[in-house]
T-cell receptor, first 112, second 113 residues
Framework: KNQVEQSPQSLIILEGKNCTLQCNYTVSPFSNLRWYKQDTGRGPVSLTIMTFSENTKSNGRYTATLDADTKQSSLHITASQLSDSASYICVVVSGGYNKLIFGAGTRLAVHP | ETGVTQTPRHLVMGMTNKKSLKCEQH?????MYWYKQSAKKPLELMFV???????ENNSVPSRFSPECPNSSHLFLHLHTLQPEDSALYLC????????????FGPGTRLLVL
């Protein structure tokens, strides 16, 4: 069964600290993996898209990694800011049918 | 903003009401989507339209009726909903219906009483 599991479910960190969010997937065949940021009351916004051959991709203070062998991805946030408080959703696109499989998200709260 | 707008942003309706959600995209995309987002659950794809034609219906109950009059507009007509239909309804668009990046609207927060 195609699934995307994210951990932790929620996380609280202090402003300025770093954090890492995890995503494990069992989607096959694999096409690409995306991380989205969803602010409260808003729709998700794409942060990164990674294909099979890409191990790391950065977008400002956000760095995503992908290990296609272990089917794991992580999103690392450096020097967190209050505006980073949001849900972060991992999405895996299955090849062939181009189906998007969504994780349930990690809710991050950055406190001053 | 992402170029995808949704109205209304909030909606409260009774189980016997009829209402419609509207989505408009200003990105020149050809594919549009409706998603349901319930608390602590992954986004659920409901419908996909590509060049105004419905290409996917993920076993959505008939009390949800989509309409796509053109590539820029998408509606979701609601009729005799149940309390468990309360959720955030998100519209998205993309250039094609393949693996391209989808751009999401802000959503309509629906409460069914």
């Amino acid at each position: 069964k195609n699934q995307v599991e994210q951990s932790p479910q929620s996380l609280i960190i202090l402003e300025g600290k770093n954090c890492t969010l995890q995503c494990n997937y069992t989607v096959s065949p694999f096409s690409n993996l995306r991380w989205y940021k969803q602010d409260t009351g808003r729709g998700p916004v794409s942060l990164t898209i990674m294909t099979f051959s890409e191990n790391t991709k950065s977008n400002g203070r956000y760095t995503a990694t992908l290990d296609a062998d272990t089917k794991q991805s992580s999103l690392h946030i450096t020097a967190s800011q209050l505006s980073d408080s949001a849900s972060y959703i991992c999405v895996v696109v299955s090849g062939g049918y181009n189906k998007l499989i969504f994780g349930a998200g990690t809710r991050l709260a950055v406190h001053p | 903003e992402t170029g995808v707008t949704q109205t209304p942003r909030h909606l409260v309706m009774g189980m016997t009401n009829k209402k419609s959600l509207k989505c408009e995209q200003h990105l020149g995309h050809n594919a549009m989507y409706w998603y349901k987002q319930s608390a602590k659950k992954p986004l659920e794809l409901m419908f996909v339209y590509n060049f105004k034609e419905q290409t996917e219906n993920n076993s959505v109950p008939s009390r949800f009726s989509p309409e796509c009059p053109n590539s820029s507009h998408l509606f979701l007509h609601l009729h005799t909903l149940q309390p468990e239909d309360s959720a955030l309804y998100l519209c998205a668009s993309s250039q094609g219906s393949g693996p391209e990046t989808q751009y999401f609207g802000p959503g309509t927060r629906l409460l069914v009483l």
